[in-house]
C-alpha cells in the first residue's frame, strides 16, 4: 500500500460492500475512493453468463462505479457463505447493502445478526422506499422515483406533460445521502465505541434534493408547477439563442439586475413597471424574455460570456458533455481521473467531486473481477490451500 493511500481520510477502515445497481455503490465509491479498504461481496459468476458479466464489467458505467475495490465471490444462499460473510463482518467497520427490506432477514444478514458479532459495525442500508411503511417491499428504481417524489412535475417546458431527468438523479443523491450517514455514525463511534444503522432511500433522499421546490409547498402552501428553462422565482433566468449558440443566465436580487440592464444597454427596463420588480418581471417573465432574446442573437457566445462575467454577471455556455470535459476549467479542476486498465487501455473516469487539505484520491485499482481477489480476501481470515479449493468446489465461491 503506497504512503500516498496511508494518507488518504478513510485508510484503515475495512468496509464490505453487498450493493447493487447504483444508488449502493455510489455510496461506497465515496468510500473507496478516500482510501477505504472495500470487499465488494457478490455471488459466484454462472459459467453459461461469464462472457455476459465480463463485457458489462468493462463498460463505462461499470468501471466508474466500481473502482478501487477488492471483490470476494460468495453463495449467501449456503451455510458455509453466509458463515464466511459473518467472519468477514466480524473484522469490518462498514456494512453496505441495498437489497429489498425483507432480503436481509431472510438471509440471516441483518443488523441486528452481525451487531451480535460486531458491535462497532455501522451497518448501512439504501432502499428505494424506506425499511418500513406499505410501500416497503415495493421494487424503487430511480425513474420511478422521479415520478414519486415530485420532480417529474417540476422539469421540462409548461403544457408538455413531467419529464425525467437526464441522469439517475434519485439514486445518486441516495448514493451521497447515504455516504453522509456512514461517515456520521463512524464519527460517532469515535465517541461511543458503538456502530449504528444507517438509513435512506430513494424516496427520502429525492425529496430532500428538491429542497426549496418541497419548502414552497410545506412552508407555503405553493405547488411548484413546470417552468422549463426559467427558474421558477428568480427572472431573467434561462437559455438564449445567440448568433453561435446556446447562453445561460441567472440574474439574481435587485444589483444583479441593475447590472443587467445597465450591461444589456437597457436601463430603460430599470422604470419599466412591467420588469421594475422581481415580482413584476416573473409575471411578464415572456415579454421580458422575448426583449432580451432579441439583443443576445445579435452577437456570439464568447462575446456574450466575456461580457457579462465582465460585468460581474453569472452566464455561461450550454455545453454537451465532451464540450464540457474540454472546458479549460474543468481541465484545470481535474475531475476526469486517469486510470490504466488491462484490456480498455488508458481510460478517465469521473473523480470526486471534493477536496480536503494535500490529499490526493486518485484510481488506485480498476473495477475488479467477480472473485479476483478471493485468495487474499479469505486468507485474512484464515482461510487458504485446501480449504479455499473445497469452498471452490463446492461453488460457495
Given amino acids: 500500500m503506497s504512503e500516498q493511500h496511508d494518507r488518504l481520510s ?13 444508488a449502493g455503490p455510489t455510496a461506497v465509491r465515496v468510500l473507496a475512493d478516500w482510501g477505504a479498504d472495500v470487499v465488494k461481496i457478490e455471488e459466484p459468476v454462472d459459467p453459461e453468463h461469464e462472457n455476459e458479466m465480463g463485457g458489462m464489467r468493462l463498460g463505462p458505467d461499470y468501471q466508474n462505479l466500481h473502482r478501487n475495490k477488492r471483490s470476494v465471490t460468495l453463495n449467501l444462499k449456503s451455510e458455509k ?68 417524489s415530485g420532480m417529474m412535475s417540476v422539469t421540462g417546458l409548461p403544457g408538455q406533460g413531467p419529464v425525467r431527468a437526464g441522469i439517475a438523479i434519485a439514486d445518486t443523491t441516495a448514493g451521497l445521502y447515504g455516504a453522509l450517514g456512514i461517515l456520521t455514525a463512524l464519527y460517532e463511534r469515535e465517541k461511543t465505541g458503538h456502530g449504528q444503522w444507517v438509513r435512506t432511500s430513494l424516496l ?34 434561462g437559455v ?20 443587467f440592464c445597465m450591461a444589456m444597454g437597457r436601463e430603460s427596463w430599470l422604470s419599466d413597471p412591467r420588469f421594475a420588480t422581481n415580482k413584476a418581471r416573473s409575471a411578464n417573465r415572456h415579454e421580458l424574455n422575448a426583449e432580451i432574446a432579441q439583443i443576445f442573437a445579435t452577437q456570439t457566445n464568447g462575446y456574450w460570456i466575456e461580457h457579462l462575467n465582465a460585468s ?28 490504466k486498465h488491462e484490456k480498455l487501455g488508458d481510460i478517465r473516469l469521473v473523480g470526486q467531486p471534493f477536496r480536503i487539505g494535500d490529499h490526493q484520491p486518485g484510481v488506485r485499482r480498476v ?11 479469505l486468507a485474512e481470515i484464515g482461510i487458504e490451500g485446501e480449504a479455499l479449493q473445497q469452498l471452490r468446489n463446492e461453488h460457495v465461491i
Fill in 81 to 148: 457463505g453466509r458463515a464466511l460473510l459473518l467472519e468477514l463482518a466480524a473484522h469490518a467497520d462498514v456494512l453496505v447493502e441495498n437489497y429489498r427490506p425483507d432480503v436481509k432477514q431472510r438471509l440471516g444478514i441483518d443488523y441486528e445478526t452481525l451487531r451480535e458479532r460486531n458491535p462497532r459495525l455501522i451497518y448501512a442500508s439504501i432502499s428505494g422506499f424506506g425499511q418500513d411503511g406499505p410501500y416497503a417491499r415495493r421494487p424503487g428504481y430511480d425513474q420511478i422515483i422521479q415520478g414519486m
Fill in 367 to 377: 473495477a475488479p473481477m467477480p472473485g479476483e481477489d478471493n485468495a487474499s480476501i
Fill in 204 to 237: 427520502e433522499s429525492m425529496l430532500a434534493t428538491m429542497d426549496f421546490q418541497c419548502a414552497r409547498y410545506l412552508v407555503a402552501g405553493e405547488v411548484p408547477k413546470q417552468v422549463g428553462n426559467d427558474h421558477p422565482t428568480i427572472i431573467p433566468t
Fill in 10 to 22: 478513510l485508510s484503515g477502515v475495512r468496509v464490505l460492500d453487498l450493493t447493487r445497481v447504483r
Fill in 240 to 259: 438564449f439563442d445567440t448568433l453561435d449558440g446556446k447562453v445561460n443566465i441567472c440574474v439574481s436580487g435587485t444589483v444583479m439586475w441593475k447590472r
Fill in 312 to 339: 460581474g454577471l453569472a452566464c455561461g455556455a450550454v455545453n454537451n458533455v465532451q464540450e464540457a470535459f474540454e472546458d479549460e476549467q474543468v481541465q484545470h479542476l481535474g475531475i476526469a481521473w486517469p486510470a
